[in-house]
């Protein structure tokens, strides 16, 4: 009789790798093309760059390892994320450098995929920040904004309603010619209000904005809208754990909340702090990257809970107005200790404790 021997797992699945990641590239379909409308065509040729030189460094790095070439969506994906995290100013020759930094010394050299620490995409991003300090910081308006003008007269009243027509601040263009993050940095800087009310209906002006996503900004992280339809088409998918998100906008949420009381007039709400930035991008895309995110339900609190702390903290003291790419990046770096202090016992490990606990004290009575 010839027996049939595999390894475990022996139960499997039927999603692999790259239905995980051909799910994620769908889910960023909506806000890909937003910003091709937003930004131009130029977004394009930035997309195909990193696409191309993310897969050439991935076979050249194979070659040289003598490593077997197998289809690998993830590779797609991080080249799609890096460019989302880019000002639209970004060069082809920055998307280029930061394509092979984030595959070849950020996903490769250790191990490839499903062996990296930190992810792939902000990693390019971050040696980019480094490198082009000036570039990365300049976010031209976009080319066109599909619903400024069809919200614009609207808006205007909604201006004069709430503040009585005292609003000195042009809203229709203060977004588009910075990003919302920029701009309430340095409006409250400048100390626009102590009144927690007045704040709420100077903001709420934006909301909608920055919902939609006729603002500056990142290249895929404008309208926090398609993001989150993204978002929740993965978590209908179960493809990402929903724990990652929630607890991120939670820690977030609460923490700006607190800060936001106690420091009236200088810093923006917790509302604003959800739509704004990268954080959509970050919480459904980014942080529930299955290789730098801890797999147990405790360890997924903790590293959300952490990632949307430090935002905060970093958002409101930090001289940079967003600071989403070094959350992760400090997320990640805490991760393996998270996984290792949260990781689940083995099935019956727990029965086995107890019936070792019950026989030392049986012991220690019979002494």
């Keep these: 009789m010839k027996f049939y021997t595999e390894s475990s797992p022996h139960i499997k699945a039927g999603d692999t790798t790259n239905k995980i990641m051909l799910r994620v590239i769908i889910a960023l379909l909506p806000a890909i093309i937003y910003s091709i409308v937003l930004f131009g065509a130029k977004v394009i040729v930035l997309y195909l760059t990193a696409i191309i030189t993310c897969i050439l460094s991935t076979v050249i790095v194979k070659k040289v390892r ?11 994906v991080t080249a799609v994320l890096l460019v989302m995290t880019l000002p639209p100013s970004a060069t082809v020759t920055m998307v280029v450098i930061g394509s ?18 930190f992810n792939p995409a902000l990693v390019g ?70 009144s927690l009310i007045e704040q709420i209906k100077f903001e709420a002006h934006y909301y909608l904005q920055m919902l939609l996503g006729s603002t500056g ?27 990652v998100p929630l607890g991120m906008f939670i820690s977030l949420f609460l923490v700006t909340l607190i800060l936001w009381l106690s420091m009236p007039g200088k810093i923006a709400s917790p509302i604003y702090h959800v739509l704004a930035g990268g954080f959509g991008l970050g919480a459904f895309f980014m942080a529930t990257d299955m290789v730098t995110s801890p797999s147990s339900h405790l360890g997924a609190w903790i590293y959300a809970l952490l990632i949307g702390a430090v935002l905060a903290i970093l958002r409101t003291f930090g001289s940079s107005p967003e600071y989403m790419m070094y959350s992760i990046l400090i997320g990640n770096m805490f991760m393996p200790l998270i996984a290792m202090l949260t990781r689940p016992l083995p099935f019956g490990k727990k029965e086995l404790l107890a019936i070792n606990k019950a026989n030392l004290q049986k012991e220690g009575g019979n002494k």
């Design 100 to 117: 092979v930094i984030a595959i070849v010394f950020a996903k490769e050299v250790f191990g490839g995929l499903g062996s990296n620490i």
């Design 66 to 76: 003598k490593r077997p070439l197998l289809p690998d969506y993830a590779v797609i």
């Design 217 to 243: 900004g990142a290249i895929g992280e404008t309208s926090f809208l398609l993001l989150l339809i993204g978002g929740i088409y993965l978590l209908a998918t179960k493809t990402i754990d929903w724990r």
């Design 125 to 194: 991003r971050a040696f980019l920040q480094v490198a082009f300090p000036a570039q990365m910081t300049m976010y031209p308006a976009p080319v066109r904004v599909p619903f400024l003008d069809l919200f614009a007269p609207g808006l205007h009243n909604l201006v004069n309603t709430v503040t009585g027509g005292t609003q000195s601040i042009d809203m229709m263009n203060a977004l588009t010619q910075s990003t919302p993050l920029t701009f309430m940095k340095f409006t409250y800087n400048a100390n626009l209000s102590t």
